[in-house]
């Protein structure tokens, strides 16, 4: 079974590294391959940023999407 964790933020790059902590250290059975995705809803703080040490820190088990139109859909 593949999962994907979708994270939808906007300027929240505190508590964002703080989800992805937590998200980092999920035990989850080893027949269960998952990683997160982080859709950046066009943020002006540091959210980029920590996406990216994520990424760099646990590879190929976060991604970066910035959006840069404002909303949900």
């Known amino acids: ?13 505190r508590s ?7 998200v980092a250290a999920s035990e ?4 269960i391959e998952w990683d997160v995705l982080v859709m950046d809803n066009n943020s002006r703080d540091q959210t ?10 646990y590879p190929g088990r976060f991604r970066y ?7 949900k859909s």
């Open 65 to 71: 999407l910035f959006e840069p139109q404002p909303g």
């Open 1 to 13: 079974m593949r999962i994907t964790v979708i994270l939808c933020t906007h300027n929240r790059c």
């Open 48 to 57: 980029r940023e920590v996406v990216q040490d994520f990424c760099r820190r």
């Open 28 to 31: 989850v059975p080893a027949s």
């Open 16 to 22: 964002l590294a703080k989800a992805l902590e937590s």
